[in-house]
């Protein structure tokens, strides 16, 4: 079973940026699709961004232009980088594993982490 394990959420003022990190803990970065995702309270989960063995990125249209996914496969790491905060960004951010190839879709996604809390303020 692969544990994931986010970081780097926090309090941030609108304009300000954040890098989230989801550690693995094992080698799945470089072999599988990886996904972010996000939860405001009282709102379903939705996709943020996925990237794939080959590279190839994928964002929901909410966040491109602002928004990167990349990863170290080295490091066994993903990480978003989110520029231009808004507080609509603001939500809990979890990462994932899809094992069957590129989805924007949860039930596709496995191994979910625990969240890290990201808070935009106005």
């Known amino acids: 079973q692969v544990q994931l394990v986010e970081s780097g959420g926090r309090l941030v003022q609108t304009g300000g940026s954040l890098r989230l990190s989801c550690a693995a803990s094992a080698r799945t970065v470089g072999v599988y699709s990886m996904g972010w995702f996000r939860q405001a309270p009282g709102k379903e989960r939705e996709f943020v961004a996925s990237?794939?063995?080959?590279?190839?990125?994928v964002y929901t249209d909410s966040v491109k232009g602002r928004f990167t996914i990349s990863r170290d496969n080295a490091k066994n790491t993903v990480y978003l980088e989110m520029n231009n905060l808004k507080p609509e960004d603001t939500a809990v951010y979890y990462c994932?594993?899809?094992?069957?190839?590129?989805?924007?879709?949860?039930?596709?996604?496995?191994?979910w982490g625990q969240g890290t809390q990201v808070t935009v303020s106005s």
């Open positions: 994932a594993i899809n094992f069957g190839g590129m989805s924007t879709g949860a039930a596709d996604f496995r191994s």
């Open positions: 990237i794939s063995s080959s590279d190839k990125t």
